[in-house]
């Protein structure tokens, strides 16, 4: 994939969790347009964050996103059985591919 | 609200022709700061963007797909389609419609998505 994600992360009920999305100074270095999405199985993917740290309504505070570099992350504060999914990272580019995505980090809750 | 809805053949063979069309409602398909979109997920694995459609516009394409594709839009129906050609059992997926933004503050992200469509490519 494009940007870079770790195959899965974990965490406790309640605790914090940080997913990470490594681009290039195409995408993620260059723009603050970077937008996280949320899947569960047999489903489709849901935004839950765009324009790096922009929440949609209706999404809940718990997940923040923000940027350093060429890496933008995704927290999920006090998780719960429900935030047990697949999230994506996309970012935009300026050509030739407008959109990469990461290859998704699954979320187990302990 | 905006909901989109993805049809089209579940079962393609070989070197033939996807087609597939999203049909919208709660939004028109040609209003200006909408762009809409086409995206792909084989089977347990990560999502494609596939292509980037504006009523006004010549549409953007993904470089890997840029050969095979064509997309329209159509006003009258409120719907676009993407057409996939030769395609090959790589070419298996989930195909997704959904709306885009793209303004100077704000791009790259899709909300709402169709459910889906599965499309099987084989003999």
């Known amino acids: 994939s494009d940007l870079t994600q770790p195959a899965s992360v974990s965490g406790s009920p309640g605790q914090s969790i940080t997913i990470s999305c490594s681009g290039s100074?195409?995408?993620?270095?260059?723009?603050?347009?970077v937008s996280w999405y949320q899947q569960y199985p047999g489903k489709a993917p849901k935004l839950i964050i765009y324009?790096?740290?922009r929440r949609p309504s209706g999404v809940s505070n718990r997940f923040s996103g923000s940027k350093s570099g060429n890496t933008a992350s995704l927290t999920i504060s006090g998780l719960q059985g429900e935030d047990e999914a697949d999230y994506y990272c996309?970012?935009?580019?300026?050509?030739?591919?407008?959109?990469?995505f990461g290859g998704g980090t699954k979320v187990t809750v302990l | 609200q905006v909901q989109l809805q993805e049809s089209g053949p579940g079962l393609v063979k070989p070197s033939e022709t996807l087609s597939l069309t999203c049909l919208v409602s709660?939004?028109?398909?040609?209003?200006?700061?909408?762009?809409w979109a086409w995206i792909r997920q084989p089977p347990g694995k990560g999502l494609e963007w596939i292509a980037y459609?504006?009523?006004?516009?010549?549409?953007n394409y993904n470089p890997s797909l840029k050969s095979r594709i064509t997309t329209s839009i159509d006003t009258t129906r409120n719907e676009f389609s993407l057409n996939l050609t030769a395609v090959t059992p790589a070419d298996t997926a989930i195909y997704y419609c959904?709306?885009?933004?793209?303004?100077?503050?704000?791009?790259?992200?899709?909300?709402?998505w169709g459910q889906g469509t599965l499309v099987t490519v084989s003999s």
């Open positions: 959904a709306r885009g933004k793209i303004t100077a503050a704000s791009r790259g992200w899709f909300d709402p």
């Open positions: 709660g939004a028109s398909v040609n209003t200006d700061d909408n762009y």
């Open positions: 459609i504006h009523y006004s516009g010549s549409p």
């Open positions: 100074s195409h995408d993620v270095t260059a723009y603050n347009f």
């Open positions: 324009d790096v740290s």
């Open positions: 996309s970012a935009y580019r300026s050509s030739g591919t407008l959109l990469v």
